[in-house]
């Protein structure tokens, strides 16, 4: 009976040596001649460790865990086509991939030994594995924007044509399509999907085939089973786990020779990073990075996308360079972009799943600094939009800071694309850290993203108009010469 010991997304576990001297440990003792260890993607990246190394320190997890198959995920091309053939070169798994193309079109990395499918013998088992990415890779990841994705499912049905040729026992999906897995299940031939992309665990079955997800950085392992009768699953978590000291120590070093540690504040209440404090609304760590890209280019609005805001330790205490790379781990510009107001109020409700299907159903996506709005969760309907205290003209432009990945995904905000750059500025990181240098790191929530049910609308939109009438009552009586409507106190720009 052959067994997978299944791992996806472990992304940033490696800026915690130890943690992922653990993770590496657990697979080690997990594995055995009757397993095949799998990878499902984004492993390489994004983090500091990989940022600082250039995706190479997953080289160092692939040898000592002994990978066996792995397939790309969007993250796993962040430092650009030739990193990855590079980090495909020096590992020691089979890389499978049925459906990325490079820059000209031909498979990925065919040179450097990707293939679509292969062959294992595991647990005794002839076992077929195809490799499959998200075919939107290329709008998901700018550093892939010059290679092909194509049909995920059209390809599987190749590949599993040829396994079957081959007489195969068993035939794995090795899959970075997050939702798309349950369409991949119902490929005829399949006989398990080992997935990843979506950071939350998930074991289900989809008409007779599991389907299974880790979930991220490295928090869960698990043990699949394969047999005549079915499949079935155990979650092993790391914790506890043997250290894998010759891992850790290398992990450290390439950290400590980043010269990253230097402290830049210091934080007195913990900032959570959890997904259900990112994706669940207003939170502090997104208001925290809003107000670092409005402060840094003076724009009427700071929008971060919550899935840019990677997942991790909370940040207290001293806090150093590195953890601010932690949050965000990209080599990527803040751009200023002009919108209409009613693009803006556009762009804002793709803050809402209901509004863009990426990612779970319910989650968040976005956070803001020098705007509030107002989400009615049963209307599933944007019902109040304010910058700096003013509802949102339809005919004004208005100026708004936000990564410059926005401009190319088709997935989230999709409403602000490439014609509508004006500036550019400094990468994500240095940003936040010049931003906490100077004011230091105490962000609060404030009302700046209210989700509403019900009467509770009428209400909220209430409570707005009188906090604005406030706020400008108390300019005039500062005798400050203009409001917080006021195009001049807003930065606004009407005539570009």
Known sequence: ??????????????????????????????????????????????????????????????????????????HDFDFGTDATRAIVDDSPQTWVSANVRDEIG????????????????????????????????????????????????????????????????????????????????????????????????????????????????????????????????????????????????????????????????????????????????????????????RAATDADVGLQNAGGLRLGHDLAGEVTLADLLSVLPFEEPIVVVELTGAELRAALSEMSAAVVDFGEDGWWHGHLSGARVVWDDDREELIDARVDGERVDPDRLYRVATPEYLLHSDHEFPTIEERHRADEHGIQHEVLAEYVREHGIAPEKEGRIERVSGGAADAAIEAADGAATASQDDAESRGDSTGPGDASAAGRVDDN
């Open 106 to 293: 031909e498979p990925f990395g065919e040179s450097e030994g990707v293939v679509p499918w292969t062959v294992e013998r595991v647990g005794g088992a002839r076992v077929g594995f195809l490799g499959v990415t998200d075919p939107n890779t290329d709008s998901l990841n700018p550093a892939a924007a010059n290679m092909t994705f194509t049909d995920p499912y059209e390809a599987a049905r190749d590949a599993v044509a040829a396994l079957r040729e081959e007489g195969v026992d068993y035939l794995v999906a090795v899959s970075h399509l997050g939702g798309g897995d349950d369409e991949l299940a119902r490929v005829d031939g399949i006989d398990l999907v080992l997935g990843g992309h979506i950071h939350s665990e998930r074991a289900e079955d989809v008409d007779g085939v599991l389907c299974t997800r880790p979930g991220v950085n490295g928090e869960t392992v698990l043990e699949v089973t394969l047999d005549e009768d079915g499949a079935g699953v155990t979650r092993h978590s790391p914790e506890g786990a043997p250290v894998d000291e010759h891992l850790a120590d290398g992990l450290r070093e390439r950290i400590a020779a980043a010269g990253l540690d230097e402290p830049v504040g210091t934080v007195e209440e913990p900032i959570v990073r959890s997904e259900e404090t990112v994706h669940g609304g207003e939170c502090r760590l997104g208001n925290l990075v809003a107000d670092a890209y």
């Open 1 to 74: 009976m052959p067994r997978f010991v299944h791992y996806s997304d472990i992304e940033n576990v490696y800026d915690d040596p130890e943690r992922a001297g653990r993770l590496a440990g657990l697979i080690t003792e997990l594995d055995g001649p009757d397993a095949a260890v799998v990878g499902s993607g984004d492993d390489t990246s994004p983090g500091v460790a990989a940022t600082v190394s250039k995706g190479r320190q997953a080289v160092d997890f692939f040898r000592a865990v002994d990978t066996d198959v792995e397939t790309f995920g969007n």
